[in-house]
Each structure stands twice: as C-alpha cells, then as structure tokens.
C-alpha cells in the first residue's frame, strides 16, 4: 500500500527522521540494494539523504521517497542517490595476503591445471573507485606476461555505484595515493599526470573492463565463467542472513580450479558443496574443486 503524507507530515518529516521513516527508507535500499542500515548508522543515512535532497531541492523526506518511485524519473534519481548512500572507501593493495595468496599459491596451481591457451577472467565486486581492480590486474600482469608464452587475462570490475565507476574509469588518483602501490610494480603501472597526480597505465587499464551490476543481481548478469572473485569490503553492509545466498550465487560463476577471495572474517560459518576453503588464517578464499572431484 502506497503511505499517504500530509504536509504537517512533510514539514515534521523535513527536520528530522523519526522511526516509521527510517524503517521505510531501511527497506527500500535493502530492497533494491541488499545493503542494510542498522539502527546505529542512522545519521549516515540521513545525512546522505540530506545531502542529496538538499542538491536537488527536496526538503522532506516524505516527497523525495514519493518521487523515488516515480517510473523512469525515480529510477534515475535513484541511480544518482545510491552515489550518496554506499560506502566507496578503497586502496590499492588493501588487503596484501589476498594478493599474495593469489600470486604465490593460486596462480601457480591455476597454471598447472588449465590449457596453457586458456585466458583467465577476473572479477572484481564492488570495486569502488577502480583501485581493487587495478590492484589485482598489477599482480595478474607481472605474473602472467613474463611466461613463455604469456597466458591472457581480463577482469570485470563491477559496483552499483555510477559515479565511483566514472573515477575507475579514469584512473587518475591524487600523487599520495601512490605509496598504497608496492614499488616493484610501479614502473609498469604508472604514468604521471600533471599536477602531481597519476594515471594506471593503458598496459593495465586495458585489462580491465567496468560495469554497473548490482550484487543482489550479479549471478543473473551476463557474466561469463570466471577464474577469480574478488569481493572484499561489501558483503559486511549486506543482512547477514543475506550474505550466504549471494555468495552461493557467485560459487555459481566460478570455473573448476577457480577461486573466490572474501575479505577475512567477512562471512563466518558459510560452506559450499563445490568449493573448498583455501589458504591461511591471514586470508578468507575458497576454491572450486576440480572438475574430476565434482559430483
Ligand atoms: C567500501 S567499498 C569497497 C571497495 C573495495 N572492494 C575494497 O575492498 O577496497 C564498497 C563498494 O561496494 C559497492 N556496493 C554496495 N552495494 C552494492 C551492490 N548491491 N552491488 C554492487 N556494489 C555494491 C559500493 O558502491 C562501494 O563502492
């Protein structure tokens, strides 16, 4: 059933959120983004929501939420008030054992178990601004393209998010950021941009291809069998009761031998039938078992 707000409503509803509100606008981002807002990140929902009423010219919640659900103009607004609501924190190289983990065990058995001409697909899920992606494409890179002959690789790099994918798309980060990216990768992956700020290099850049998919959506998306998940940083903003189902999703998209890294402690008692945990206590990753050993 539609909510019918009066403007006494509006105008209570303007200065602050009470409950039955925020339980409205709870639900609707859970709805259409999985993500969930408890009690205790209230004001980070409502200052988001502020904000971009504010930008707009809304002052009450209660007509904003109304317009949100107007057809095709609400799907756009929508798109634009989601930038506000998530989280897009990032770093090169945030989490280095998973990198590790990849480069010095995974890799190697990868290799050795596929045709020496099959390419690898990555994908990287809310990948924010671009920097996880770049991340695991300079890793992938070195590894993969001194050998004899070179094994190919791509990465999908996917967030709900329109105006992080923009930066990605870009890839121009501020001069400081540059620390976050070990040495030894710098050479390849680096051209300096004016103003002290740089660009990941079009060697990696082109390895890398960015698209707008919704997590809750990601095993419905036209997504081809991938070698690696990456998907670090996102499940924690999801109902726990939600994150099992969408990891089950995403273990449907991972070929024999293929691994999917977690960030640690991210999910906790999840299992798959076809997927073993892989790696050490520093690291969250699962691999598919091998084609033989599946039922
Ligand atoms: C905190 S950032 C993490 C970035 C990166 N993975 C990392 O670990 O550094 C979380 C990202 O998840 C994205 N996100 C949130 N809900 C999503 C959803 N339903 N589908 C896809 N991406 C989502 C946000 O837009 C944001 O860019």
Redesign the pocket.
Known sequence: MKAVHTPEMESSSAVHMDDAEFERWVRLLESR???TVPPERKPFLVTGLRRRMREIGHSAFGTYYEELLDGARGAVEWAALVDHL??????FF?HLPSLELIRDEWLPHWLASTPADQSLHAL?????TG??AYSIAMVLDAALSQLVPPRHFGITA????QS?LAVAKRAVYPGDRLAEIPRPYQAEAIEPEPGGQFRVSARIRKRVGFAC????HAARAPLRKLDLIYC???LI?FARDRRGELLDGLARLLRPDGLMVL?PGEVTGWSHPQLLRYGGRQTLAFLRKPQETQA
Do not use: F, I, K, P
């Not at 998530?86 to 770093?91: K, S």
């Not at 990287?124 to 924010?128: D, L, N, Q, R, Y």
């Open positions: 983004t999985g993500v998530t989280v897009h924190e990032t770093h945030r990287s899920v809310g990948c924010s920097e996880e996917a967030d709900v998010s992080a998919v919704n997590l809750l670090q940083n996102v903003y960030g």
